[in-house]
């Protein structure tokens, strides 16, 4: 299995945006262990010495890096200006970055549509991370006003998907 620059991209990208110190990867034959800066722990105590130490040479592939290719998605949502959510007003945000999904399945109805009425439990839409979907719930209780993001786009953290009007 071989994972796309964009796919690597995406992958360290929600690995920095996590809470988590300390992440292992494993997707087939690719093993990814990432801890962020500081997360280290000292297993035995660190030796001094008067000498500086030697400086160490960047290891070298044995395989040239593939040159940049210019992806082209199909739809990229685009982050939506900072408008100010009107009051009686709920933004439905990305938990993450993903691909936005209004429908369980392709093929299927949307989960809601605008006008639909929503309770706290429903679920809004699904965002997608490495074939692992996400449901977003409506939080309130509610009437569906506005949806920002096209189905299938990418979306980012926290990016607004859709207004619920508070009833």
Avoid at 30 to 37: A, C, M
Avoid at 49 to 76: E, F, G, I, L
Avoid at 86 to 115: C, D, N, Q, Y
Wanted: charged content about 20%; aromatic content about 4%.
């Amino acid at each position: 299995m071989s994972l796309t620059n964009d796919e690597v991209l995406k992958i360290l990208k929600l690995i920095d945006e996590s809470d988590y110190d300390d992440v292992r990867l494993e997707i087939g034959d690719l093993k990814l262990h990432v801890q962020k800066q500081g997360a280290a722990q000292l297993t035995s105590s660190p030796s001094f010495s008067d000498r500086p130490a030697p400086a160490q040479m960047p290891a070298v592939s044995a395989t040239p890096a593939p040159a940049p290719v210019a992806v082209t998605p199909k739809a990229v949502a685009a982050p939506a200006a900072a408008e100010p959510i009107p009051a009686g007003v709920t933004a439905i945000r990305a938990p993450m970055l993903g691909t936005f999904f209004r429908a369980p399945s392709p093929g299927e109805k949307p989960f809601v549509e605008v006008g639909a009425k929503v309770g706290p439990s429903d679920t809004t839409c699904l965002v997608e991370v490495m074939k692992l979907f996400n449901s977003v719930k409506a939080g309130v209780a509610g009437t569906v006003t506005k949806i920002l993001v096209e189905n299938g786009a990418m979306v980012e953290h926290d990016q607004v998907l859709m207004l619920i009007k508070q009833d």
